[in-house]
């Protein structure tokens, strides 16, 4: 059965200081796996695919890796506006998403 | 701008009433989903539609119908056999290739 699992649930942070955010996945044929930032009461929004092992993405403090059985998300000196819900999702034989829970980033200036 | 349009943002169900939440795309995508999302438990599939005319129950479709009559267009009908429909529904479509785009959500709230 395909799952996500991430972690922590939540995640308070001060500014400035850097942490991660890991997604850890079973599927069967990972045709990719996608990080979302969600903002209370709004979609999700995309941020990054990743489809093979070893492949990384970024985009400003975010950087996003893979392995063949997990996934972090890096967070560089984060800034209060990048409190938000950061959702996982693999996409495996099966068309939809599966979703992770989401952890839950706080960050105080 | 291209996008997906749900509405309304805010709905409030009766008990034993029938209530259906919009989406609209236009961005030409061929496929489209339905999630709901409850506080802790993430998004989970309800029914997704990969082409005009077609769709497939998800994890969690009983108490829900669709349709997709038209590309634009997946609306979501909550019955009275969902036992516990309060939650926030979210809409999406995806041309496969660049993940799914979602809608802003619906909240709904029985009253």
């Known amino acids: 059965e395909d799952q996500v699992t991430q972690s922590p649930e939540a995640l308070r942070l001060q500014e400035g200081e850097s942490s991660s955010l890991n997604c850890s996945y079973t599927v069967s044929g990972l045709r990719g796996l996608f990080w979302y930032r969600q903002d209370p009461g709004k979609g999700p929004e995309f941020l990054f695919t990743?489809?093979?092992a070893g492949e990384e993405k970024e985009k400003e403090r975010l950087k996003a890796t893979l392995t063949k059985k997990e996934s972090f998300l890096h967070i560089t000196a984060p800034k209060p506006e990048d409190s938000a819900t950061y959702l996982c999702?693999?996409?495996?034989?099966?068309?939809?998403?599966?979703f992770g829970k989401g952890t839950t980033l706080s960050v105080s200036s | 701008d291209g996008g997906i349009t749900q509405s309304p943002k805010y709905l409030f169900r009766k008990e034993g009433q029938n209530v259906t939440l919009s989406c609209e795309q236009n961005l030409n995508h061929d496929a489209m989903y339905w999630y709901r999302q409850d506080p802790g438990q993430g998004l989970r599939l309800i029914y997704y539609s990969q082409i005009v005319n077609d769709f497939q129950k998800g994890d969690i479709a009983e108490g829900y119908s669709v349709s997709r009559e038209k590309k634009e267009s997946f609306p979501l009908t909550v019955t009275s056999a969902q036992k516990n429909p309060t939650a926030f529904y979210l809409c999406?479509?995806?041309?496969?290739?660049?993940?799914?785009?979602f809608g802003s959500g619906t909240r709904l709230t029985v009253v």
């Open positions: 999406a479509s995806s041309d496969t290739e660049y993940g799914y785009t």
């Open positions: 999702a693999v996409q495996g034989v099966r068309t939809a998403l599966i």
């Open positions: 990743l489809y093979s």
